[in-house]
């Protein structure tokens, strides 16, 4: 994984993730926990970070997903999820939306982790060819 560089709270994001985590003690740590791990193990070149004050994020050339915890759900959101293609159905949640979509986990349900990963590395794959993609230019030369 790269090094992310320190928060405004002069933290890693890493640490502050890693605390998040201990802080919940209870399913919503767990879960956020394993979202982590299968996070990194989809891409090891994905950047923590921690912004809106107190949102675990991760990137690769872009936003890739959040990791927001609430009372009854953790909600994974995927900046860009519109775009992805999602043949084992896991978003579940913002469906309506023009960008993003996610994927509400409640307390006792499984992940399914192969279809996790390849969902976190279909949207990396998204931003790294949105990166390179030559952007249109607003005006063309006058000749």
């Known amino acids: 994984m790269k090094r992310p560089e320190a928060t ?14 201990a802080e919940l003690g209870d399913w919503r740590g767990e879960t956020l926990r394993r979202i ?8 090891p070149d ?8 107190g949102t675990p994020v991760w990137s690769h050339d872009g936003i890739v997903c959040t990791g927001e915890t609430y009372k009854n759900v953790v ?3 995927f900046m860009k999820g519109a775009s992805l293609e999602d043949p084992s159905r896991l978003f579940n949640a913002s469906l309506d ?3 993003r979509r996610a994927i509400d986990i409640r307390e006792g349900e499984a992940i399914d982790e192969p279809a996790l990963k390849a969902l976190i590395r279909a949207a990396v ?4 060819s949105a990166r390179k993609a030559p952007r249109a230019r607003s005006r063309q030369r006058a000749g």
């Open 97 to 99: 939306g023009n960008a």
């Open 125 to 128: 794959t998204l931003n790294v």
């Open 46 to 53: 994905i950047v923590e970070e921690w912004k809106w004050m």
């Open 75 to 77: 909600k994974m959101t």
């Open 8 to 21: 405004q709270e002069g933290e890693p994001a890493s640490e502050l993730i890693s605390r998040r985590i």
């Open 36 to 43: 982590r791990a299968l996070i990194t193990e989809a891409d």
